[in-house]
């Protein structure tokens, strides 16, 4: 859905630039000393995160992840799938399908593929000899830069790193400002998180709760739509 960020196609919420795929590379971050540093954190005991995600409080759909841990390894799976209609006619559908691998904290490949309503996007990251190859429809390859992750969100360490998107392999440049600590309602709970709000090619809200587990996303459209994640 869009080329960046967060997933979400510029038609439905935050531009060309996107919101889920991928935050990126240089993001200008606020002090590194209030970002968070660990090169894994935020996987739940139940080794998944799944939400359900909303249009102007309408559902639209589902993203999920899922950790398969394994020695000093870790694979996490990405799978979104979003509909949206009108009058019970589909307008529009957007849909990701992608895979990390980790080891011993660090991102040694990804692989990204999206169907955004017909329009195919990829991207394929391989470290090799220590350096992070991407590749992907939006250009030419490169060798990202150092520490870079691929933008899924899940890991909140993405805010302190060069970002890559996971539907395209593209860079992008965002502004990370922390918001300090938050409150919740998360599944009729109360959970405390803490707070980071993205600008730039997009404009996104991002809540990781206390263990470092990815709680809340909320973002807006060009033309003024909500898209709002609430735990499944």
Do not use: C
Not at 4 to 29: E, H, N
Not at 207 to 223: C, M
């Amino acid at each position: 859905m869009g080329e960046g960020a967060v997933f979400i196609s510029p038609r439905l919420t935050v531009g060309r630039r996107g919101v889920i795929a991928g935050i990126a590379a240089g993001a200008t971050a606020a002090s590194a000393a209030l970002l968070p540093r660990p090169a894994l954190a935020g996987i739940p005991a139940s080794n998944q995160i799944a939400f359900e995600v909303l249009r102007n409080a309408k559902p639209i759909g589902a993203h999920s992840v899922t950790f398969t841990p394994a020695r000093a390894a870790l694979e996490v799976r990405i799978q979104i799938d979003l509909v949206v209609r009108w009058a019970g006619l589909v307008l529009y559908r957007y849909a990701v399908r992608g895979n990390e691998t980790w080891r011993d904290g660090v991102l040694i490949a990804a692989q990204g593929e999206t169907n955004d309503d017909g329009t195919r996007h990829a991207m394929r990251a391989t470290r090799r000899d220590g350096r992070l190859l991407v590749e992907g429809t939006h250009g030419p390859s490169y060798v990202a830069p150092e520490k870079s992750i691929v933008s899924t969100h899940w890991n909140p360490a993405q805010l302190g790193a060069p970002m890559i998107s996971v539907q395209d392999g593209q860079l992008l440049d965002f502004r990370i400002d922390p918001r300090g600590r938050a409150t919740i309602t998360s599944r009729d709970a109360k959970v405390e998180t803490d707070h980071f709000a993205l600008s730039g090619p997009a404009t996104l809200e991002l809540w990781y709760d206390r263990r470092g587990i990815w709680s809340k996303l909320q973002a807006v459209s060009w033309e003024g739509s909500t898209i709002e994640y609430r735990p499944a």
